[in-house]
């Protein structure tokens, strides 16, 4: 109850002692109350042990344990919450990274498919209107998120995916 009446905003003193998790996140500490939590198998206790952390990583992993177990509205409560308290919101994936069966952007998939043409990082650097550096860091996140060694395996495998087009 200690735990619900400090996130309503009432910071009563403790009388009874308190299980170990309970007392780390009244405490504010996050990721040793998630240990905890995760230690006697108690995902969604962790998940509201990192939901208050200052660090950004801890909401993220708050956010992605509450999806992985259904727990939709218990996560738009925890952003709402972060918002309101002042607290980073992490944004994650936008809606067409999430489509993408690999988790590319939009801006990825252009990369790609201009790669698949056979064109040359300052030929694609040109196309859209980028810089080279700019275009070699796209293809490394197309290379890491395809799980390819290099760029002809990735447009292989994108084709394979369906991420791309056949030319």
Same mark, same amino acid.
């Given at each position: 109850m200690s735990w619900w009446l400090y996130l309503a905003g009432e910071h009563r003193p403790v009388r009874d002692p308190l299980a170990r998790p309970y007392s780390l996140m009244l405490a504010g500490e996050h990721r040793a109350a998630a240990e905890e939590w995760e230690a006697v198998g108690c995902p969604l206790w962790k998940?509201?042990?990192? !939901?208050?952390?200052?660090?950004?990583?801890?909401?993220?992993?708050?956010?992605?344990?509450?999806?992985?177990?259904?727990?939709?509205?218990?996560?738009?409560?925890?952003? &709402?919450?972060?918002?309101?308290?002042?607290?980073?919101?992490?944004?994650g994936p936008r809606p067409a990274s999430r489509a993408n069966p690999a988790g590319l952007t939009l801006r990825e998939v252009e990369v790609l498919e201009l790669l698949a043409d056979g064109l040359s990082y300052a030929d694609v !650097?040109?196309?859209?209107?980028?810089?080279?550096?700019?275009?070699?860091?796209?293809?490394?996140?197309?290379? &890491?998120?395809?799980?390819?060694?290099?760029?002809?395996?990735?447009?292989?495998?994108a084709l394979r995916l369906g991420i791309i087009p056949p030319r």
């Amino acid at each position: 109850m200690s735990w619900w009446l400090y996130l309503a905003g009432e910071h009563r003193p403790v009388r009874d002692p308190l299980a170990r998790p309970y007392s780390l996140m009244l405490a504010g500490e996050h990721r040793a109350a998630a240990e905890e939590w995760e230690a006697v198998g108690c995902p969604l206790w962790k998940a509201y042990a990192l !939901a208050f952390s200052p660090q950004t990583r801890d909401a993220q992993e708050s956010l992605d344990i509450l999806a992985g177990l259904g727990a939709s509205a218990v996560r738009h409560a925890v952003l &709402r919450d972060r918002h309101a308290r002042g607290l980073a919101v992490p944004r994650g994936p936008r809606p067409a990274s999430r489509a993408n069966p690999a988790g590319l952007t939009l801006r990825e998939v252009e990369v790609l498919e201009l790669l698949a043409d056979g064109l040359s990082y300052a030929d694609v !650097a040109g196309q859209l209107v980028l810089s080279e550096k700019t275009v070699g860091h796209h293809v490394s996140a197309v290379l &890491r998120k395809l799980q390819a060694p290099n760029r002809s395996r990735a447009v292989a495998t994108a084709l394979r995916l369906g991420i791309i087009p056949p030319r």
